[in-house]
């Protein structure tokens, strides 16, 4: 595979990074995770953005609209212009002596790269989910690269051959690892409010577009933990997992056979068509 550092594109073997970067002794940077569909960034303007207002939220001056043309370049490189592929980017403060305040003259450091990523058609595996006390900090919705809390969890689940785990913070349900959380109770759609204890996935915001288009009404609240077993449905929504049914949470069972709820399968099917 090919990297992309700071404006050159080599193989991942060459790359350097400097001890020294602030990514790597401090986590102090933000990442994307994005996936072009064809010849088209899947609302690629609102990951771009997202990328600007977390920079933004740490005081990490970089002009993000240089990326369109760097990742353009990478994608020729990488022999992915126009083919189903997802991108990983990474900005950091860049390398400077260690020391906790920011420094002064620092350049950020941008590392970007590409590979093959085809989304399911449409995410017909219901997925089980373990719930887990919401340790990470309290800026949930700055997408920091430093994940420590979101990759515990997230082994704790896979252990336990789950794919997910679920944060519960003050008895309130948040997200997960690397998604965000949605339940359906009488038809009503839920999801934790974009505070700062989640991360405001794009996903997010496109199931709540699809639930107003489909007159499906929803309602930014959290759930309860306690009212974790009285759900009528539940899923995860994200950029690598799209919206995925969730079978089971803990001992509770949605369905018994594994199938998906009628609210998940349509907004799966409108998510379905937004892809082409
Ligand atoms: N994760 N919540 C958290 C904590 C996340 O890390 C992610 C994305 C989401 C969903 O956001 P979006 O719909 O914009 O992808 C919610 C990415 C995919 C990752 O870390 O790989």
């Keep these: 595979e090919k990297v992309y550092i700071n404006g050159e594109i080599v193989p991942h073997q060459e790359a350097q990074i400097s001890v020294f970067d602030?990514?790597?002794?401090?986590?102090?940077?933000?990442?994307?995770?994005?996936?072009?569909?064809?010849?088209?960034?899947?609302y690629g303007k609102e990951h771009l953005d997202r990328l600007t207002s977390c920079l933004k939220k740490i005081n990490l001056n970089f002009d993000v609209s240089i990326l369109p043309k760097e990742i353009e370049k990478l994608l020729e490189v990488s022999e992915l212009k126009d083919k189903d592929c997802l991108v990983y980017i990474q900005?950091?403060?860049?390398?400077?002596?260690?020391k906790h305040a920011f420094p002064k003259t620092a350049t950020p450091t941008i590392v970007m790269y590409a590979i093959p990523f085809t989304l399911p058609q449409i995410n017909q595996n219901s997925i089980a989910a373990i719930t887990i006390e919401d340790n990470r900090w309290h800026r949930c919705d700055i997408k920091a690269i430093s994940l420590l809390g979101n990759v515990m969890a997230n082994d704790h689940a896979a252990a336990q051959g789950m794919y997910e785990s679920i944060f519960i913070r003050n008895g309130r349900i948040t997200e997960a690892s690397h998604c965000n959380v949605f339940f359906v109770k009488n038809n009503i759609v839920y999801?934790?409010?974009a505070d700062t204890y989640i991360l405001d996935g794009i996903t997010r915001q496109i199931v709540i577009q699809l639930c107003k288009k489909l007159q499906i009404e929803v309602r930014e609240e959290a759930i309860l933990e306690e009212h974790l077993t009285t759900m009528d449905e539940a899923f995860l929504s994200g950029?690598?997992?799209q919206i995925a049914s969730i079978s089971k949470i803990d001992h509770h069972a949605y369905s018994e056979d594994g199938s998906i709820g009628p609210i998940v399968k349509r907004l799966q099917q409108a998510f379905l068509e937004l892809k082409e």
Excluded at 91 to 98: E, H, L, N, S, Y
Aim: aromatic content about 14%; proline content about 3%.
């Design 91 to 98: 900005v950091t403060r860049g390398v400077a002596i260690r």
């Design 239 to 241: 950029t690598t997992t």
């Design 191 to 193: 999801t934790h409010p």
């Design 22 to 42: 602030r990514g790597f002794l401090f986590g102090d940077g933000i990442y994307e995770v994005m996936v072009q569909i064809g010849d088209d960034f899947f």
